[in-house]
């Protein structure tokens, strides 16, 4: 994947991902307004930033508490023992629970970080019993619960 520092974005290229990081649903025709260019230029930038991998997808962000899914947790992982085939066979079992939102592998005392959204906590027990406690190569799990999402932001700075 390019980077920023490779000189393969301009300050119009920033612009654009700038905007949409805020409103995906912008238009070609908004967007070249926004930074001052006919559509066919905007369009082809866009097309650009697509095709190398700039812009990975577009997404509508949902009301998980409206949705019954608000009770958030954070339950790091610690596997019983680490080699590649066993992350491996670990994570690809892990992208397959819808239920599991993101999934980091990290340093320190765990493996991996999920962050999980279910509708409540017993759903969450029954979830670490029937789903994450069926994988056998988990040794531990340790769940963190959210009381309050402070910030949420789905961008970050350009």
Same mark, same amino acid.
Not at 1 to 11: C, P, R, T
Not at 137 to 145: A, D, L, N, P, R
């Given at each position: 994947?390019?980077?920023?520092?490779?000189?393969?974005?301009?300050?119009i290229d920033l612009m654009i991902?700038?905007?949409?990081?805020?409103?995906a649903r912008l238009t070609t025709k908004e967007l070249a307004t926004i930074v001052n260019l006919s559509t066919t230029p905007v369009f082809e930038r866009l097309k650009r930033l697509e095709r190398d991998g700039f812009i990975k997808k577009y997404v509508a962000i949902l009301d998980a508490?409206?949705?019954? +899914?608000?009770?958030? #947790?954070?339950?790091?992982? =610690?596997l019983k023992q680490m080699n590649k085939e066993i992350a491996t066979n670990f994570v690809g079992v892990i992208k397959d629970i819808p239920q599991v939102t993101e999934?980091?592998?990290?340093?320190?005392?765990f493996d991996y970080m999920l962050k999980i959204h279910a509708p409540d906590m017993k759903y969450y027990n029954e979830f670490i019993?029937?789903?994450?406690?069926?994988?056998?190569?988990?040794?531990?799990? +340790?769940?963190?619960? #959210?009381?309050?999402?402070? =910030?949420?932001?789905?961008?970050?700075?350009?």
């Open positions: 994947m390019k980077s920023i520092s490779e000189g393969k974005l301009d300050n991902l700038r905007n949409l990081q805020q409103n508490d409206k949705l019954g +899914q608000g009770f958030i #947790v954070f339950c790091c992982v =610690k999934c980091y592998n990290v340093s320190g005392e019993l029937n789903v994450l406690g069926t994988i056998d190569s988990i040794g531990s799990i +340790q769940s963190t619960f #959210v009381m309050n999402e402070i =910030k949420q932001s789905y961008g970050f700075a350009l």
